[in-house]
């Protein structure tokens, strides 16, 4: 995703959201960026293109959200509808940004920093008079208050739901840092079967669950993939029947193939880490998927060869 934080060169502090601000073909309008208030704002909207990403990964899927759900909460992802996580503490803000030449609507969620993690572009009128409604943040809203952090990382107990919320804290670089603490089995393997383990589910028709992430937040897409293809240049794209997922394999530094414990038992999961060692794209089973399913994956996996 895009960094909208400028660097200045006269050192002064100046607003995250000031290279917006500062175009003239676009306005910029605050909303509430704090549960449950986002996620009423979000559910309300009945055709969006959301994205969320960055250079490596980088995940699609138009149509409508399903309920966002916070980093400690329950997590689901429902057929045909987009599936968020976010994680509290790190989304700063929320904001309606409106081009005044053509019209198009996107809210955008950042972070602390000014990035944009997540965006979803307003796909109709009614949508795009909706936001419009929406009215702006009380101060408070502006300052979220932080939440307790577990004194014990819940991820070293091998729960597939705990690793993603690591994951979405940090890109995962504290738990990589100390994986010798994981007590679920994990390895390291070949990044360059990515592409031959895409076309074998899609020739197959093995369902797959994949979670792309951006600093603080979280897209994921269970389902066929329909169609994959590679560029000469090396990155990787994958189609599903309402999303799209592509991964820039010259920007993986590290792929790890690592098991723990999900809905039908230990489940394996394809982590891909960038370059700063940070976790950008989980390819795995999420949720209940059929016994069936399951099992040919986990063979899948067994076969992967490591690095």
């Not at 100046?14 to 509430?32: K, M």
């Not at 797959?208 to 994959?228: C, D, E, K, L, N």
């Not at 293809?229 to 820039?248: N, Y």
Request: glycine share 10%; with cysteine; charged share 20%.
């Amino acid at each position: 995703m895009t960094n909208h934080h400028p660097e200045h060169g006269n050192g002064e502090g100046q607003c995250a959201f000031e290279e917006l601000c500062g175009r003239r073909n676009s306005t910029v309008r605050l909303i509430d960026p704090r549960m449950p208030e986002l996620a009423r704002c979000l559910t309300l909207l009945q055709y969006v293109q959301a994205v969320t990403g960055g250079p490596v990964a980088r995940i699609e899927q138009a149509g409508n959200y399903a309920v966002p759900s916070l980093r400690g909460e329950a997590f689901t992802v429902q057929p045909g509808s987009i599936a968020l996580r976010v994680d509290g503490e790190g989304v700063a803000s929320a904001l309606v940004v409106r081009d005044k030449s053509s019209g198009a609507v996107a809210l955008r969620l950042l972070d602390a920093s000014g990035r944009t993690v997540h965006q979803g572009k307003l796909l109709s009128e009614g949508d795009r008079l909706l936001v419009s409604l929406v009215g702006a943040p009380d101060i408070g809203a502006l300052f979220p208050k932080g939440s307790t952090v577990p004194e014990s990382p819940a991820w070293e107990n091998g729960d597939q739901l705990a690793q993603l919320d690591t994951i979405l804290v940090d890109g995962g670089t504290a738990r990589r840092a100390s994986f010798d603490r994981y007590r679920g089995e994990h390895r390291v393997i070949d990044v360059g079967v990515l592409p031959a383990v895409l076309e074998h589910v899609c020739s197959a028709g093995l369902p797959i669950g994949v979670a792309v992430f951006a600093p603080a937040a979280m897209q994921a897409y269970s389902g066929r993939v329909h169609v994959t293809d590679q560029t000469v240049g090396g990155r990787v794209f994958a189609a599903f029947a309402e999303s799209s997922v592509q991964i820039d394999l010259a920007g993986v530094r590290a792929c790890h193939l690592v098991r723990s414990t999900a809905a039908h038992g230990a489940t394996s999961a394809i982590e891909l880490d960038d370059e700063a060692g940070r976790c950008v794209a989980v390819i795995t089973q999420l949720g209940m998927v059929g016994e069936h399913v399951h099992t040919a994956w986990e063979h899948l996996a067994a076969s992967l060869p490591d690095a």
